[in-house]
């Protein structure tokens, strides 16, 4: 009798998981057809995202807000999936400033996405802190980021005691769930082209070669500009790890310029890197149509296991 229930509870939370991800897209669709581009809208540290019912346990999203960096400000799955998780009460938390005391033990913290592993000292004690405080501690598209000339941060992150690990880093330690800005509904977005070569710097790291291109930083929170450049050019060269990726998904053509730290390390895609000669690299640049597809359905896939984490204390009832 206990084996019926379990299946039946199983099946049921199999047909609630395809009707949420069914009105996400309805959701997308919609966006698209209205030409809204509002989809971000940061909250205040620790603000309640979305009322739920308070008897079961809450989920809080922590990842940088506020930098300036639109790969930072994009890559919080709760822009994406806050109607997936509509039945639980959702707090966001600016990595800089988490407020530990409002996580219970039995609550799910996620963090990420971005390059918050293996970044300083004071990152890794930041995530361990997470740890200490909860029990279902998830890492959602988050990757190593060690920069370039800097020695590996001497703290070990606790990784044995999360409950879920997701990472963007493709083949390395993780299983593999790219960055969750693949849910951006404009990367699907058809551009007229405008130029052959554009170029997106990091704002820490300018580009100071191929002065003939235009170019843009990548110091703003404005990602539709980026995204509109990105979709006007044929070609992307660039030393950003979301200009790379965003541009892969729409199908583009990317030279990355540095390896400006080990973020680059593990790409999904093997990438082409610039190599003295511009036009050589672009011959033998490969483009991926797929990718847009599969970087959605890993996170989606995703999605449906951290709703199973959070629902893990309705099962054992």
């Known amino acids: 009798m206990q084996n019926l229930s379990n299946q039946l509870r199983y099946w049921l939370s199999r047909l609630n998981f395809h009707r949420r991800i069914s009105v996400l897209e309805q959701r997308e669709s919609a966006r698209r057809n209205e030409g809204r ?3 971000l809208d940061h909250l205040r540290m620790g603000e309640a995202l979305r009322k739920g019912d308070d008897t079961k346990p809450r989920i809080h999203f922590i990842h940088i807000i506020g930098s300036q960096n639109p790969g930072d400000e994009f890559c919080g799955p709760e822009l994406y999936f806050r109607d997936f998780f509509a039945d639980h009460v959702q707090y966001v938390h600016k990595f800089y400033g988490i407020r530990y005391d409002s996580i219970l033990r039995d609550d799910v913290v996620v963090i990420g996405g971005g390059g918050l592993l293996e970044w300083c000292e ?3 004690k930041t995530i361990n802190r997470c740890v200490e405080r909860c029990d279902n501690v998830v890492i959602w598209g988050a990757g190593d980021n060690t920069r370039r000339g800097n020695q590996p941060p001497k703290t070990r992150i606790r990784y044995e005691d999360m409950a879920l690990i997701g ?3 493709y083949g390395f330690r993780f299983d593999y769930v790219p960055c969750v ?3 951006l509904p404009q990367l699907e977005l058809d551009y007229p082209i405008t130029r052959r070569i554009g170029v997106v710097e990091h ?3 300018p580009i100071r070669d191929f002065p003939q291109f235009e170019k843009l930083s990548n110091q ?4 539709r500009t980026i995204l509109r450049f990105i979709g006007q050019s044929e070609i992307i060269l660039t030393n950003t790890y979301h200009v790379w990726y965003w541009a892969t998904l729409m199908g583009k053509k990317v030279i990355l310029t540095e390896k400006i730290a080990t973020k680059f390390d593990h790409l999904r895609y093997t990438p082409t ?3 003295g000669d511009l036009e050589a690299d672009i011959a033998r640049c490969e483009t991926h149509p797929d990718a847009l597809e599969e970087a959605r359905g890993l996170n989606r896939a995703f999605a449906e296991k951290v709703l ?3 629902r893990r204390p309705e099962a054992a009832e």
């Not at 703003?220 to 990602?223: I, S």
């Open 308 to 310: 199973a984490l959070l």
């Open 122 to 124: 004071g990152w890794q």
């Open 167 to 169: 990472s963007r880093d």
């Open 220 to 223: 703003t929170r404005d990602v």
């Open 273 to 275: 890197f610039y190599s």
């Open 203 to 205: 704002q820490q790291y």
């Open 181 to 183: 800005s693949c849910m």
């Open 37 to 39: 581009d509002d989809i």
